[in-house]
């Protein structure tokens, strides 16, 4: 909804991209009482957002011109430029939330786009960690890049979907941080992987010791949830860690050993290891190797 001047109103968002991510964030911002407006080249996706209450639009412009606020959820950074310009050219008064995973140079690149609009409503990134549960439940953990007021501005726009919300700098600062969180969370699945593999191999209850593990320092939500991760983005993700290392001359053996390490794990891999349990006693063989 626009006012007379052509400014939509503060209490429209807009969604563009249902995925996975997108539609779950959809139903909580029209539960939240917010004008939502949203777009997706897969009909299928828009008809189920509109069962939700959200309005559809035929474009990426036709939800900015009906948004205070619009939110970015499409897969690759050519997909985030296209539709940021378009919405940029056609309805610059709407504030751009790239919720996308992107380079930071994607994120300052639409920015000095929009800055370059009269009128122009301005830009943040925010990349979202948590996953599609933390879609689902609307408690995404959301790690923020921009301006302050401008984050202060759309906050209504993220509340409905959001655990916590960090700033932790300028344009891009959501992005890199983001990164960071990958690395992690792939080096965790690695090294889980490989930890419960071994106590497989010397005939101890995978089960068990994972149990066992729960109440150990090694204790996170990774080892708790392994079974219910998908392993979709590791290669996009590691190459985005790649390519932030090569750019301040830091070698990355981390992402390199969870390049190596990542295509031999897969989801039916994990869920054969997670329920092993010995057939005989686990308790393997110990020999004296005292010569």
């Given at each position: 909804m626009?006012?007379?001047?052509?400014v939509?109103?503060?209490?429209?968002?807009?969604?563009?991209g249902?995925?996975?991510?997108g539609?779950?964030?959809?139903?909580?911002l029209t539960?939240?009482?917010?004008?939502?407006?949203?777009?997706?080249?897969?009909a299928?996706?828009?008809?189920?957002a509109?069962?939700?209450?959200?309005?559809?639009a035929?474009?990426a412009?036709?939800?900015?011109?009906?948004?205070?606020?619009?939110?970015?959820?499409?897969?690759?950074?050519?997909?985030?430029?296209?539709?940021?310009?378009?919405?940029?050219?056609r309805?610059?008064?709407?504030t751009?939330?790239i919720?996308?995973?992107?380079?930071?140079?994607?994120?300052?690149e639409?920015?000095?786009?929009?800055?370059?609009?009269?009128?122009?409503?301005?830009?943040?990134?925010?990349a979202l960690?948590?996953?599609?549960?933390?879609?689902e439940?609307g408690?995404?953990?959301?790690?923020?890049g921009?301006?302050?007021?401008?984050?202060?501005r759309?906050r209504?726009?993220?509340?409905?979907?959001?655990?916590?919300?960090?700033?932790?700098?300028?344009?891009g600062?959501?992005?890199?941080?983001k990164?960071a969180n990958?690395l992690?969370?792939?080096?965790?699945?690695?090294?889980?992987?490989?930890?419960?593999d071994?106590?497989r191999?010397?005939?101890l209850s995978?089960?068990a010791?994972?149990?066992?593990?729960?109440?150990?320092?090694?204790?996170?939500?990774?080892?708790?949830?392994?079974?219910?991760?998908?392993?979709?983005?590791?290669?996009?993700?590691l190459?985005?860690?790649?390519?932030?290392?090569?750019?301040?001359?830091?070698?990355m053996p981390?992402a390199d050993?969870?390049?190596a390490?990542m295509?031999?794990?897969?989801?039916?891999?994990?869920?054969?290891?997670?329920?092993?349990?010995?057939?005989?006693?686990?308790?393997?063989?110990?020999?004296d190797?005292?010569?």
């Amino acid at each position: 909804m626009a006012r007379a001047d052509g400014v939509a109103e503060q209490n429209t968002v807009g969604v563009i991209g249902l995925g996975a991510m997108g539609l779950p964030i959809a139903g909580h911002l029209t539960r939240s009482r917010l004008a939502v407006t949203v777009h997706d080249t897969d009909a299928t996706r828009s008809e189920a957002a509109a069962e939700h209450g959200c309005d559809v639009a035929t474009d990426a412009a036709g939800v900015g011109a009906r948004s205070a606020v619009t939110l970015v959820l499409v897969p690759t950074d050519d997909d985030v430029r296209a539709v940021c310009l378009d919405v940029l050219d056609r309805a610059p008064g709407s504030t751009l939330v790239i919720c996308s995973s992107v380079h930071p140079a994607t994120i300052r690149e639409i920015a000095a786009a929009s800055a370059e609009r009269p009128g122009h409503g301005g830009v943040l990134d925010a990349a979202l960690t948590g996953g599609v549960r933390a879609a689902e439940d609307g408690r995404v953990n959301l790690l923020v890049g921009g301006e302050s007021a401008a984050l202060a501005r759309v906050r209504p726009a993220l509340d409905p979907w959001c655990a916590s919300v960090h700033h932790l700098g300028g344009l891009g600062a959501g992005q890199i941080a983001k990164s960071a969180n990958n690395l992690v969370h792939w080096a965790q699945i690695c090294a889980i992987e490989e930890a419960l593999d071994l106590a497989r191999s010397h005939g101890l209850s995978v089960p068990a010791v994972r149990a066992a593990l729960f109440d150990a320092p090694t204790d996170s939500r990774t080892l708790r949830e392994l079974e219910r991760m998908r392993l979709t983005w590791w290669a996009k993700d590691l190459a985005s860690v790649e390519r932030l290392g090569h750019e301040i001359g830091r070698p990355m053996p981390v992402a390199d050993m969870c390049r190596a390490r990542m295509p031999s794990i897969t989801v039916g891999s994990l869920a054969e290891l997670l329920v092993w349990e010995p057939t005989d006693d686990p308790t393997p063989e110990i020999r004296d190797s005292t010569p």
